[in-house]
């Protein structure tokens, strides 16, 4: 329904599609090649043992041209380990760092979130070498991972 309400009316199409992280994809989304996947708070999951299935469902859904756009919120220091591996498969660009306000952040979550994009290794590039990510975020003393 939202990505319904948020298209306009220039004939654009969007597909949203729920998916369980690693499993075979259903045939009619391998058909395609994707201009874009769009995830949101998909590192934030709570649980690294999920990093390994979630890129395997990216790897399944990228071709040559796709990107990509992740919103990543910090929660934790062992969600490092989720971009050291996407960062095999894929070239990973920061497009934007965005400030929560005030009256939104919670003591325990980070008030940054960051607009990741996403590109498969290899694929053929036009333009500006590109920049890759950098995990920086800081983690107070009482962020312990568990």
């Not at 319904?4 to 599609?17: A, C, D, P, Q, Y």
């Not at 649980?47 to 992740?70: V, Y």
């Not at 306000?101 to 940054?112: C, D, K, L, N, V």
Request: overall charge negative.
């Amino acid at each position: 329904a939202n990505a319904r309400i948020n298209m306009g009316s220039g004939g654009e199409k969007v597909w949203t599609e729920a998916l369980e992280w690693g499993q075979r994809l259903p045939k009619r989304l391998l058909r395609r090649e994707w201009d874009f996947v769009v995830c949101a708070d998909v590192v934030g999951c709570g649980d690294e043992a999920l990093f390994p299935p979630l890129l395997k469902s990216l790897r399944q859904l990228c071709g040559a041209h796709t990107s990509i756009i992740m919103t990543y919120k910090p929660r934790a220091r062992f969600e490092s380990l989720f971009f050291e591996q996407a960062s095999l498969d894929f070239v990973i660009q920061r497009a934007a760092r965005e400030t929560l306000p005030e009256h939104s952040r919670m003591e325990s979550f980070h008030a940054t979130i960051d607009v990741l994009s996403l590109r498969q290794r290899g694929a053929v590039r036009t333009g500006a070498p590109e920049r890759e990510f950098v995990f920086d975020h800081e983690f107070a003393e009482s962020d312990d991972d568990e």
